[in-house]
């Protein structure tokens, strides 16, 4: 339950930031993976950073969230700070620019693609969706998998 809970708050967490903002850098507002290791000792979450890789020895629970885009631009607009003025399309060519980046780094230490299916063991599509009706329902498919 401890995991589940902690599921839930990152998935609420990084759903509701966005790249645009300087709180999560590595978000943009619908795209991002989470994976959830159990070490015997402590639950830990590690969102990015090619986590499901580098730890694939501990096999983690490995969640790759994603929308499409005019569900991101709007969440990442909605989400932006107030001093903030950026058009639509210039949010779409920042998700854009971070996507590439994040493709770049991960296919660097990784060797793989990122956001490939066979790399994870859920995927999540975010668009459109409420982010706390997702969390729950991804609260409840972590507490099938851990019992």
């Known amino acids: 339950m401890k995991r589940c809970l902690a599921a839930l708050l ?3 967490a990084l759903l509701s930031l966005c ?3 300087a709180a999560a850098p590595e978000t943009d507002g619908g795209t ?3 994976d959830i290791l159990d070490t015997g000792k402590s639950d830990c979450i590690i969102v990015g950073r090619c986590a499901n890789h ?3 020895e501990q096999k983690p629970v490995r969640i790759f969230a994603y929308a499409d885009m005019e569900s991101r631009i709007k969440r990442c607009m909605e989400r ?3 001093d903030e003025n950026l ?3 210039q949010m779409k060519k920042r ?3 971070i996507d590439r980046n994040r493709a770049k780094y991960y296919a660097f230490f990784s060797g793989q693609k990122w956001g490939a299916r066979e790399n994870y063991d859920l995927l999540v599509n975010t668009s459109g969706a409420d982010i706390k ?5 991804l609260c409840g498919y972590l507490e099938t998998l851990f019992e």
């Not at 009706?133 to 329902?137: F, L, N, P, T």
Request: charged content about 25%.
């Open 10 to 12: 990152a998935l609420c």
């Open 19 to 21: 790249a645009c903002g």
């Open 32 to 34: 991002f993976s989470l």
């Open 54 to 56: 580098i730890l694939r």
């Open 80 to 82: 932006r700070p107030e």
């Open 87 to 89: 058009t639509e399309a």
């Open 95 to 97: 998700i854009t620019e």
């Open 133 to 137: 009706e997702m969390s729950s329902a």
